[in-house]
């Protein structure tokens, strides 16, 4: 058992094949959630596990689970899940990776005649990307009771297509309730998406949690006049309260080195013309770091940062919380599991923090879970130039797979 392993030429091959399914011609794919293109890659999906000797169910959220039998299906399946839709003008990789990862072990356990002693459960989370319909995480964050069904059923995309007609549409509006079983575990592989793992040369991220994160809106609202004849003294520049704004959450970042980070990313000038001082400005200011109290700290300083500038630019400052998610970290068996098989195969691995989002982080919320991340090239995702190596992505495989079973093998034996 300790030198199975998958088939990392089978995998590739349906990276390949599963990646014409919305294709662009630089090499990515476009395949948003609930259109066509998803329909296809599902149905391509739920053949392939079928094939692999699993039953198929789809839950009310339009997710698929994929169940193989264990010894004892009394049990709760331990679960591997990501997600198959991608970003518009997007990569082969992001969720993808993680998906076929898992259908390969799938496989790789079928032609070995392995059987669990858990049931194992594949999953392809709806909406991860959450591009079309807002927010991002949508299904698993339903099945972790994040959102309700009613919420993610009206959420529109900018046709104003509803959520749930267009899973109706595709034919994935499921009859699973959402949430009906729990999970004993569950394990994500996803591309880093990041730069780290690369750039030290190594194969695998064990991620033992994820950074927090705080999102504002605010909108500056000072009096728009004349660029050549308002005289300084008396202005009430909007824009001038937004730059010193951005200058001051850069400076909080910095000053909480060495994870902090701040981003104003988005900005709308009103009326936005050259000879006309701003009236109004609306921005976003994103704050993320690993460790709460430092978030918190930063949410502190930011806040008097923005009632400070209000005065001193004798401009009104609305501020918004929009995005509230603080530090998590991941269960210790599961993350350990994962670094003992990562040692055990003698891939060259370190322990890290997500930045970006995934579903594991919701899922971490209703059961025991781990990420495991390999690099991709340049840390670029969200792209069609998005590129993992081969070798990789089988290491990663091979690593998911004996954490997995080492966790099935470990819960069987604390009964
Ligand atoms: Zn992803």
Same mark, same amino acid.
């Given at each position: 058992? @300790?030198?199975?392993?998958? !088939?990392?030429?089978?995998?590739?091959?349906?990276?390949?094949?599963?990646? %014409?399914?919305? /294709?662009?011609?630089?090499?990515?794919?476009? &395949?948003?959630?609930?259109?066509?293109?998803?329909?296809?890659?599902?149905?391509?999906?739920?053949?392939?596990?079928?094939?692999? $000797?699993?039953?198929?169910?789809?839950?009310?959220?339009?997710?698929?689970?994929? *169940?193989?039998?264990?010894?004892?299906?009394?049990?709760?399946?331990?679960?591997?899940?990501?997600?198959?839709?991608? @970003?518009?003008?997007?990569?082969?990789?992001?969720?993808?990776?993680?998906?076929?990862?898992?259908?390969?072990?799938?496989?790789?356990?079928?032609? +070995?005649?392995?059987?669990?002693?858990?049931?194992?459960?594949?999953? +392809?989370?709806?909406?991860?990307?959450?591009?079309?319909?807002?927010? /991002?995480?949508?299904?698993?964050?339903?099945?972790?009771?994040?959102?309700?069904?009613?919420?993610?059923?009206?959420?529109?995309?900018?046709? $104003?297509?509803?959520?749930?007609?267009?899973?109706?549409?595709?034919?994935?509006?499921?009859?699973?309730?959402?949430?009906?079983?729990?999970?004993?575990?569950?394990?994500?592989?996803?591309?880093?998406?990041?730069?780290?793992?690369?750039?030290?040369?190594?194969?695998?991220?064990? =991620?033992?949690?994820? @950074?927090?994160?705080?999102?504002?809106?605010?909108?500056?609202?000072?009096?728009?006049?004349?660029?050549?004849?308002?005289?300084?003294?008396?202005?009430?520049?909007?824009?001038?309260?937004?730059?010193?704004?951005?200058?001051?959450? !850069?400076?909080?970042?910095?000053?909480?080195?060495?994870? /902090?980070?701040?981003?104003?990313?988005?900005?709308?000038?009103?009326?936005?013309?050259? +000879?006309?001082?701003?009236? &109004?400005?609306?921005?976003?200011?994103?704050?993320?770091?690993?460790?709460? @109290? =430092?978030?918190?700290?930063?949410?502190?300083?930011?806040?008097?940062?923005? %009632?400070?500038?209000?005065?001193?630019?004798?401009?009104?400052?609305?501020?918004? +919380?929009?995005? %509230?998610?603080?530090?998590?970290?991941?269960?210790?068996?599961?993350? !350990? =599991?994962?670094?003992?098989?990562?040692?055990?195969?003698?891939?060259?691995? *370190?322990?890290?923090?997500?930045?970006?989002?995934? #579903?594991?982080?919701?899922?971490?919320?209703?059961?025991? /879970?781990?990420?495991?991340?390999?690099?991709?090239?340049?840390?670029?995702?969200?792209?069609?130039?998005?590129? =993992?190596?081969?070798?990789?992505?089988?290491?990663?495989?091979?690593?998911?797979?004996?954490?997995?079973?080492?966790? #099935? &093998?470990?819960?069987?034996?604390?009964?």
């Amino acid at each position: 058992m @300790q030198d199975l392993s998958v !088939n990392g030429e089978r995998l590739w091959e349906t990276i390949v094949e599963t990646g %014409k399914i919305g /294709a662009t011609p630089e090499g990515g794919i476009t &395949r948003l959630t609930l259109t066509d293109l998803d329909r296809e890659v599902r149905d391509w999906f739920a053949g392939a596990c079928k094939a692999a $000797g699993c039953s198929v169910t789809v839950d009310e959220a339009g997710s698929i689970f994929a *169940r193989r039998a264990g010894k004892d299906n009394s049990r709760d399946p331990i679960a591997i899940g990501s997600h198959l839709d991608t @970003q518009p003008l997007g990569g082969r990789f992001d969720g993808i990776a993680g998906v076929l990862s898992g259908l390969e072990i799938l496989r790789t356990l079928e032609e +070995n005649g392995y059987t669990t002693e858990s049931p194992l459960e594949l999953i +392809n989370w709806t909406n991860e990307e959450g591009s079309r319909f807002s927010p /991002a995480m949508l299904a698993s964050g339903a099945f972790s009771g994040i959102y309700t069904l009613d919420f993610i059923y009206s959420t529109r995309d900018r046709e $104003g297509k509803s959520f749930r007609e267009e899973l109706e549409r595709i034919g994935y509006l499921g009859e699973a309730p959402v949430g009906d079983h729990r999970l004993a575990g569950y394990f994500e592989l996803h591309i880093e998406q990041g730069p780290i793992l690369e750039s030290e040369g190594l194969t695998i991220g064990v =991620v033992t949690g994820a @950074q927090g994160q705080l999102w504002y809106e605010l909108t500056v609202t000072g009096r728009a006049s004349h660029a050549g004849s308002t005289p300084m003294p008396v202005r009430k520049d909007a824009m001038l309260a937004c730059a010193r704004i951005t200058v001051g959450v !850069n400076r909080i970042a910095l000053d909480h080195p060495p994870a /902090a980070m701040s981003t104003v990313g988005l900005v709308e000038v009103t009326p936005n013309s050259r +000879n006309v001082i701003p009236g &109004r400005v609306f921005f976003t200011i994103d704050l993320r770091d690993p460790d709460e @109290q =430092v978030l918190l700290r930063m949410e502190r300083e930011t806040d008097s940062l923005v %009632k400070q500038t209000g005065g001193e630019s004798r401009t009104e400052i609305a501020m918004e +919380n929009v995005l %509230k998610m603080m530090p998590m970290k991941f269960d210790e068996t599961c993350v !350990n =599991v994962v670094r003992d098989a990562a040692e055990r195969l003698g891939y060259r691995h *370190r322990d890290m923090v997500s930045g970006p989002g995934h #579903d594991a982080l919701y899922i971490a919320r209703v059961a025991p /879970a781990a990420l495991v991340f390999i690099p991709c090239e340049g840390g670029i995702s969200h792209s069609e130039a998005e590129s =993992v190596r081969p070798d990789d992505l089988t290491a990663g495989a091979t690593v998911l797979m004996h954490a997995v079973l080492e966790y #099935d &093998r470990r819960l069987a034996g604390a009964r």
